[in-house]
């Protein structure tokens, strides 16, 4: 019930394309739900997160949206660059409690 | 302002040695975390402190790893004896507090164990 699952493992698209990262979760006693991007020999740095009390947030080229009754939440990267390649982590979130998603391997070929 | 510092960033032991990790948070930051990346998969907690308290290490393989954060602000993590499935990435993290206000990861230390 701890768990986070993320798919897919691994995205491959061209400059502009929109990749879809998608997470579901099981315990509703979660409240906050943040994205991490992970380059290669670095920490994970959070991306944007969101509250089970809205359904869509923007930041930029990043959006998330939020489905509280399927227990289900997708990052959308609009317009990608060749510099957002790295991995993205979802995660899942309450006081004393941060469970990762397996991650998803993004390529944004030029 | 600085981020989470860790050190080494590299490290190459045999089985059956031992090793540790340094982690120091970002000032003012309570609450502390480690984990381990095993690669293509997500960080996993190993244990979370609270000051200097420990919060949650029920994920710690205790029979061979310890962690320790004496005066509440620099951290050790410990090995020992290392094993081959321990070769990972650890990963120090620290928040402001427990609820994770400015959750901050550090760039870890790359284990590999031969």
């Known amino acids: 019930q701890q768990q986070v699952k993320q798919s897919p493992q691994s995205l491959i698209v061209q400059k502009g394309g929109i990749p879809i990262i998608n997470c579901a979760y099981e315990n509703t006693a979660f409240d906050y739900f943040p994205w991490y991007q992970q380059f290669p020999g670095k920490g994970p740095a959070l991306l944007i997160a969101?509250?089970?009390?809205?359904s869509e947030k923007k930041e930029g080229r990043f959006t998330i949206s939020f489905n509280k009754s399927a227990k289900q939440f997708s990052l959308h990267i609009m317009d990608s660059q060749p510099g957002d390649s790295a991995t993205y982590f979802c995660a899942a979130s309450m006081p004393d409690k941060l469970i990762f998603g397996t991650g998803t391997r993004l390529q944004v070929f030029p | 302002e600085a981020g989470v510092a860790q050190s080494p960033r590299y490290k190459i032991i045999e089985k059956r040695q031992s090793v540790a990790f340094w982690c120091n948070p970002i000032?003012?930051?309570?609450?502390l975390y480690w984990y381990q990346q095993i690669l293509g998969q997500g960080p996993k907690l190993l244990i979370q402190f609270q000051n200097n308290g420990v919060v949650d290490d029920s994920q710690l393989p205790k029979d061979r790893f310890s962690a320790e954060r004496l005066k509440g602000v620099d951290s050790t993590l410990k090995i020992q004896p290392a094993k081959l499935e321990d070769s990972a990435v650890y990963l120090c993290?620290?928040?402001?507090?427990?609820?994770?206000?400015?959750?901050?990861f550090g760039s870890g230390t790359r284990l590999t164990v031969v």
């Open positions: 993290a620290s928040s402001v507090d427990r609820l994770g206000l400015g959750y901050t």
């Open positions: 000032s003012g930051h309570a609450t």
């Open positions: 969101i509250r089970p009390d809205v």
